[in-house]
């Protein structure tokens, strides 16, 4: 099993290499999160299933290793590659050097402690609530993706930045709009200085 899950990633590292300046970085992404969150779904109902007894272990191992295969596919098509590439084309250039250093040692920190803590999660809740919280991390994720990461494809570190700059300005709007109705203070006047160096799209009444 561990040369097949080896032979997957190659090929599904090596797809994604190719085909990601064809499709976008978003489209990889977002397809990747959608198929991790359907092997995680299918993850929680099997072993669901095998620990109520109404599956029995054969079918539940077969299942069990199409939902581990494919959750491998879809992270290799999409995290696997992805976050370098979208962090060597998103940083600007004067610190990308450290910030993709921090990546990689976030991303470290973060697989030694979900190594850690998963054997003392299946111990205390079962290994359907464990896939469960699985798989609402996977939907955290693409709702993250799907409204803040930005398209990077054919675009410069400074227009990467002004399109996060306007995503966010546009979320905190809708935000503002909801958490506090109502007739908005006028903003202070700004300075030409300040007022050049913030997005367009934030020249906006304040928060109340």
């Given at each position: 099993m561990t040369v097949v899950l080896g032979v997957v990633k190659v090929f599904s590292t090596g797809f994604a290499v190719w085909r990601i300046d064809d499709v976008g970085r978003r489209f990889f992404f977002l397809a990747g999160v959608g198929l991790m969150s359907a092997a995680a779904l299918l993850l929680v109902v099997t072993t669901s299933a095998l620990e109520s007894g109404s599956l029995s272990s054969g079918p539940a191992q077969a299942l069990v290793v199409v939902a581990c295969t494919a959750y491998t596919v879809a992270y290799q098509l999409s995290f696997g590659p992805g976050v370098f590439i979208l962090g060597s084309e998103m940083f600007p250039p004067k610190i990308r050097g450290r910030l993709l250093g921090a990546q990689a040692l976030w991303g470290a920190a973060c697989l030694a402690v979900t190594s850690e803590?998963?054997?003392?999660?299946?111990?205390?809740?079962?290994?359907?609530?464990?896939?469960?919280?699985?798989?609402?991390?996977?939907?955290?994720?693409?709702?993250?993706?799907f409204f803040c990461v930005a398209e990077t494809r054919g675009a410069t570190p400074e227009a990467t930045r002004q399109t996060l700059e306007a995503n966010l300005c546009a979320r905190s709007a809708v935000v503002d709009r909801l958490c506090c109705p109502g007739p908005r203070p006028r903003p202070r006047a700004a300075s030409a200085a300040s007022a050049a160096a913030r997005p367009r799209c934030c020249e906006r009444s304040g928060r109340c």
């Amino acid at each position: 099993m561990t040369v097949v899950l080896g032979v997957v990633k190659v090929f599904s590292t090596g797809f994604a290499v190719w085909r990601i300046d064809d499709v976008g970085r978003r489209f990889f992404f977002l397809a990747g999160v959608g198929l991790m969150s359907a092997a995680a779904l299918l993850l929680v109902v099997t072993t669901s299933a095998l620990e109520s007894g109404s599956l029995s272990s054969g079918p539940a191992q077969a299942l069990v290793v199409v939902a581990c295969t494919a959750y491998t596919v879809a992270y290799q098509l999409s995290f696997g590659p992805g976050v370098f590439i979208l962090g060597s084309e998103m940083f600007p250039p004067k610190i990308r050097g450290r910030l993709l250093g921090a990546q990689a040692l976030w991303g470290a920190a973060c697989l030694a402690v979900t190594s850690e803590l998963f054997p003392a999660l299946v111990n205390r809740v079962g290994l359907a609530s464990t896939f469960f919280l699985h798989l609402l991390m996977c939907l955290v994720a693409g709702a993250f993706i799907f409204f803040c990461v930005a398209e990077t494809r054919g675009a410069t570190p400074e227009a990467t930045r002004q399109t996060l700059e306007a995503n966010l300005c546009a979320r905190s709007a809708v935000v503002d709009r909801l958490c506090c109705p109502g007739p908005r203070p006028r903003p202070r006047a700004a300075s030409a200085a300040s007022a050049a160096a913030r997005p367009r799209c934030c020249e906006r009444s304040g928060r109340c």
